[in-house]
Every structure is written in C-alpha cells, then in structure tokens.
C-alpha cells in the first residue's frame, strides 16, 4: 500500500457514517502497517501534515459550537476520529523515543493546540 492509497483508506475512514466502516477501514490500515514502526511512522506524519490546516479549523469549530453542548454535531465527530490517529501517533512517537530525532517531534507534536493534552498524557 502506498501512501496515497492509505489517505485515501483513512479518508473512507474519516466519512464512513457508522462505527462497523470505521473499524472494518482502520482494521485494514493496521493490518498492514502493525509490523513496521518506520512505515507508521511516516504514514501518520505524513498524514497529519497533509490533514494539519483541517484537523486545526474542525477543532476550532468544535471549540466555538462547545462540546459540552449536547449536540452530537459533525464537527465533534470528525475532530474525534481525527483524534484517534493522533493518538496513535504519540504511540508511534513514545514508542520510538530511543531515537533522538523522535524526542523533539513528540515534545513539539503534542505543544499543537489541537493535540488533546490529557489523553496524550495517559498514553505517556
């Protein structure tokens, strides 16, 4: 799988309407990227810069709308599953911290206003 096919894969993923889509794409993506650090490394930085302005203007949306208001609006939902590959990314990252190159991107990765602090604490 190259790298344009697995955007396109995660995007399915991002628009899929229930959570069956969303685990049968993500399942795919795991499949294939699970037994190589490296690769998932660059597959999620790669993504997250391509999807940076978006992921930015969704979490901003969701601040504005507030997500304490009980509404289940689409930009809490999109926010959400763009959370979860950030999430993964922090793994990806703390799992490579031996490498130096690795230590300054998760210390500036997680400084970025849309990465959620207290989950990313959890996984640290």
């Known amino acids: 799988m190259d790298a344009l096919q697995a955007i396109k894969l995660v995007e ?3 628009m899929a309407d229930n959570s069956s889509q969303r685990y049968s794409h993500l399942q795919i993506i795991d499949e ?3 037994s190589n650090e490296d690769l998932n490394f660059k ?3 790669t993504l997250l810069t391509e999807k940076e302005s978006l992921i ?5 949306k969701l601040i504005i709308e507030g997500a304490n208001s009980g509404s289940n609006n689409s930009s809490q939902n999109l926010y959400q599953r763009y959370k979860e590959l950030i999430l993964r990314f922090v793994k990806v990252l703390l799992n490579s911290i031996g490498e130096k ?3 300054g991107m ?3 990765f997680v400084k970025k206003k849309y ?4 989950e990313s604490s959890k996984i640290i």
Request: avoid cysteine; glycine fraction near 0%; hydrophobic fraction near 40%.
């Open 12 to 14: 399915l993923w991002l």
């Open 43 to 45: 597959y999620l930085s």
């Open 115 to 118: 990465v959620p602090i207290e």
């Open 56 to 60: 930015q203007e969704e979490h901003q």
């Open 32 to 34: 294939k990227l699970a």
């Open 106 to 108: 998760l210390a500036d």
């Open 101 to 103: 190159r690795y230590r």
